[in-house]
């Protein structure tokens, strides 16, 4: 059973760079059964695939973010990490991190089966 747990600073200045990290158990990162994604839910709205990494490091993101986003994964502490920057207001959300048992790139929400408990991430000045 795979099991995952963000972390971050649950505040950020407008403009800045968001870095968070997800911690994985229960799976590899670079195990070749799984997709590892970024979600996130703003208040009142629904939930937005941000972006995945396979098992190879190959990364695919939602072109509405795709110029802000990054996500890496670090191998000996089996994390991944999500960067977004030149953040505005409009990223407050609860970002969850997600696993999904689906090959390739799966990008729509429905088709992963692993979520953490997800971190509240407030933009604001």
């Known amino acids: 059973q795979v099991q995952l747990q963000e972390s971050g600073p649950g505040l950020a200045q407008p403009s800045q760079t968001l870095t968070l990290t997800c911690t994985v158990s229960?799976?590899?990162?670079?195990?070749?059964?799984?997709?590892w994604s970024w979600i996130r839910q703003p208040p009142g709205k629904g939930l937005e695939w941000i972006g995945v990494?396979?098992?190879?490091?190959?990364?695919y993101f939602n072109p509405s973010l795709k110029s802000r986003t990054s996500i890496s994964r670090d191998t000996t502490k089996n994390q991944l990490s999500l960067q977004l920057k030149a953040l505005t207001p409009q990223d407050t959300a609860v970002y969850y991190c997600s696993a999904s048992r689906k090959l390739g790139f799966p990008i729509t929400v429905s088709e992963y089966d692993y979520w953490g408990q997800g971190t509240q991430v407030t933009v604001s000045s």
């Open positions: 229960g799976g590899s990162v670079t195990g070749s059964y799984y997709a």
């Open positions: 990494i396979a098992y190879d490091g190959t990364t």
